[in-house]
T-cell receptor, first 113, second 109 residues
Framework: DSGVTQTPKHLITATGQRVTLRCSPR?????VYWYQQSLDQGLQFLIQ???????AKGNILERFSAQQFPDLHSELNLSSLELGDSALYFC????????????FGDGTRLSIL | GIQVEQSPPDLILQEGANSTLRCNFS?????LQWFHQNPWGQLINLFY???GTKQNGRLSATTVATERYSLLYISSSQTTDSGVYFC???????????FGTGTRLKVLA
């Protein structure tokens, strides 16, 4: 058990809808990262937050947004969903940012019908 | 941006065999990690190793940052080692981790 909790584990929805994925980092970790894993794109970095502030942004679509709350949990919001958004979404956390090992949650599998 | 290449892409071993997985990167990095994704999809952090050598049981890793590569050694492989091994790097001055395409390992009993 990595200590990183992601909910829900599975999510099935339709095109055009909006969903929210939630992540609770390990106790004591200040940094949260979001990744997308799809068959054609592999594992891609989306965005990182550190202690409530955005620190780095990767290949995150404009339809996607994220935030980290004062209690350090994070949410990834995906809107106007398309079939191509079907993927496994991982959250990871680390004590600080960048120079620390990352620990991953079990992921949320998103299926768009 | 930085490119990360892993080799070999696929590897099949008999239980008990040793193997070496390689990760090449195209630019200087400050951070490098090795992960194992098991058949259930879970990503497990194996090593945080921007430079030097580390060992953890049957696994060890070496990163030669000046030559832009890292190696992951698996000794006395077990069926539970099956899965995909990823290398991820973040170049100097950024926190954006770039993942390689992975090495898919299958260990046969």
């Amino acid at each position: 058990d990595s200590g990183v909790t992601q909910t829900p584990k599975h999510l099935i929805t339709a095109t055009g809808q909006r969903v929210t994925l939630r992540c609770s980092p390990r106790s004591g970790d200040l940094s949260v990262y979001w990744y997308q894993q799809s068959l054609d794109q592999g594992l891609q970095f989306l965005i990182q937050y550190y202690n409530g502030e955005e620190r780095a942004k990767g290949n995150i679509l404009e339809r996607f947004s994220a935030q980290q709350f004062p209690d350090l949990h994070s949410e990834l919001n995906l809107s106007s969903l398309e079939l191509g958004d079907s993927a496994l979404y991982f959250c990871a956390s680390s004590v600080e940012g960048g120079s620390q090992p990352q620990h991953f949650g079990d992921g949320t599998r998103l299926s768009i019908l | 941006g930085i490119q990360v290449e892993q080799s070999p892409p696929d590897l099949i071993l008999q239980e008990g065999a040793n193997s070496t997985l390689r990760c090449n990167f195209s630019d200087s990095v400050n951070n490098l990690q090795w992960f194992h994704q098991n058949p259930w999809g879970q990503l497990i952090n194996l090593f945080y190793i921007p430079s030097g050598t580390k060992q953890n049981g049957r696994l060890s890793a070496t990163t030669v940052a000046t030559e832009r590569y890292s190696l992951l050694y698996i000794s006395s492989s077990q069926t539970t080692d099956s899965g995909v091994y990823f290398c991820a790097v973040a170049s100097s001055g950024t926190y954006k981790y770039i993942f390689g395409t992975g090495t898919r390992l299958k260990v046969l009993a």
